[in-house]
């Protein structure tokens, strides 16, 4: 969603101002544009089936991301699954204990658009696609539009107070997720119904991490529904990362 130097233009006056008071708030150019890399440890819960999960999530600006996710599946044993974005490239896979899931790949497009949402909502920076443009709202003097040369991408909303970044909405595709039962495993595939669905992520509890005010929860809704929550125990940043390290397991 933005620029590989996730700098980020902007269309009016006000739409500048909200950029640099959020930039000031978030810890300063000079702590925000010295991250190159992160890994952000905790747990996430789907409220949707009640289940909780510890996970991990690798970053490699510009566009390398990695979402580790583990939990014990009843009847099944461990299950890890692993979903990430390197270098546009969107791939997915999931197992469970001794037989192996398989989940047909999202479309890049969305799995990036939600990624590059997430790194908005945290520290005003995106994937290298293209360059970002703010533009105000009409009657909303809190939140902005988010564009690059194909059209609106999303929206963003800042805290009236803090000026953090509060939450990004976008449109998210949504396809209906079915598993089937073979002799030593299951295997899950994306049906033939989809749907595109207004989405809403939400960035609570600000902490400070080496200077940039991280947040500690995100809170994912769609359909007006609260769908899961993911809450940081650990933020490491500029850890050593390769690309390697985001290799999904064959």
Do not use: H, W
């Not at 500029?238 to 390290?245: A, G, H, M, V, Y």
């Amino acid at each position: 969603m933005a620029a590989q130097s996730g700098k980020i233009t902007a269309n009016d006056k006000m739409a500048a101002e909200a950029i640099s008071d959020a930039i000031k708030a978030l810890g300063g150019e000079k702590n925000l544009d010295g991250i190159r890399s992160l890994v952000l440890t905790g747990t996430e819960k789907v409220f949707t089936s009640d289940v909780m999960m510890e996970i991990e999530i690798r970053i490699l600006l510009p566009d390398n991301f990695l979402m580790i996710s583990k939990r014990d599946v009843p009847g099944f044993g461990p299950s890890s699954v692993y979903r990430g974005v390197s270098k546009s490239e969107v791939r997915n896979a999931a197992f469970t204990g001794t037989g192996k899931v398989a989940t047909a790949p999202f479309t890049p497009e969305d799995e990036i658009n939600r990624y590059a949402s997430m790194l908005m909502g945290a520290l005003l920076k995106g994937d290298a696609v293209a360059p970002l443009t703010l533009t105000s709202v009409a009657d909303a003097s809190n939140r902005f539009s988010v564009a690059n040369a194909a059209g609106v991408l999303c929206e963003i909303e800042f805290a009236p107070g803090e000026k953090y970044p509060l939450l990004v909405s976008y449109k998210n595709v949504v396809g209906r997720f079915m598993m089937q039962q073979t002799d030593n495993s299951m295997i899950g595939r994306i049906g033939p119904v989809s749907e595109t669905v207004d989405s809403i992520m939400r960035f609570n509890d600000r902490a400070a991490v080496d200077g940039v005010m991280f947040p500690m929860t995100i809170v994912f809704e769609s359909r007006g529904n609260v769908d899961r929550e993911i809450r940081f125990e650990k933020i490491q940043i500029n850890p050593k990362l390769t690309i390697t390290d985001f290799d999904i397991p064959q």
